[in-house]
Structures are given as C-alpha cells and as structure tokens.
C-alpha cells in the first residue's frame, strides 16, 4: 500500500485490509461489505473504525467514494476518471473500460462557462449474468 509521504500516519493492519478488500472488490463495495468481511478477520473492528479508516485512504488519495442511484456510498480503489455500467437487475456496479472523453468537458465548458475538473458517465442495463440467468428461465 502506498502511504501518503505528506501526512505522518502510523501503519495500521485494519486500514491495510480494509484498502486491499475495496482494491480487490470488483463491484464498488459499501462500507457496511467492507465491515462484514473485515470482521471475520479483527472480530473487535467496529463500524467507526471502517468510516474512520475509509476517511483516511480518501484523504490519502487511494480510494475514492462514489455514489449511485441506489442511495449508498460506494468505494473505489481506481482513483483515475472512468465510467460504470449498472444492472437493473442485481444491482451490481462494475467498471467499464473506455477511453475517458475529454472532449465532453471542453463542450460542457464551453456551453456553460463553468470551471470543469471531471465527469462521470454510468450506463444502465442488464448485466451479462443476468441476462444469460433470464435467458434460461425463457421457455423454448
């Protein structure tokens, strides 16, 4: 794990696990996941400890919070600009890989005379599971 070289922050093996367990998650985790499984390893971790960690690794630039339409806080260990692709279905949240359109913020900019820094763009649908567990439930 990268440690912010601005901040003096002693090394914590919760906030390690924590920051491996959003890095590997693949679905945009909330920290009620992040607390689920990190409790079967440190069984005294509390919520507070999650959020407090969490708030950290954001201030530390390493993961970055997200929010979708489904009125949680997700986190995200890919910190760089990208889009999401939601299902309707399961609810999953996973990245999609594309080249990241700058040309959309100039546009924006310009139609608006706002300063711009980012963009996000998320794409609802069917995800590729559900679509083949709906295919087979259809009578042939």
């Known amino acids: ?32 996941w992040v607390y689920d499984r990190l409790r079967q390893e440190f069984h005294t971790v509390s919520m507070g400890n999650v959020y407090r960690n969490i708030k950290i690794l954001i201030e530390d630039g ?4 997200c929010e979708f339409d489904d009125g949680l806080v997700h986190y995200d260990a890919t910190i760089t600009t990208h889009y999401h692709f939601i299902c309707r279905q399961c609810d999953s949240i996973t990245d999609i890989s594309l080249p990241v359109q700058h040309e ?6 310009k139609k608006t005379n706002n300063i711009i820094e980012n963009h996000t763009i998320q794409f609802f649908g069917i995800c590729e599971k559900c679509n083949k567990i709906s295919k087979k439930k259809k009578p042939v």
């Open 1 to 32: 794990m990268i440690i912010n070289k601005k901040r003096k922050r002693r090394k914590s093996r919760q906030r390690t696990r924590i920051y491996e367990l959003i890095r590997d998650c693949l679905e945009h985790p909330t920290a009620q």
């Open 62 to 65: 390493l993961i970055r919070s």
């Open 104 to 109: 959309i913020i100039k546009t924006a900019q």
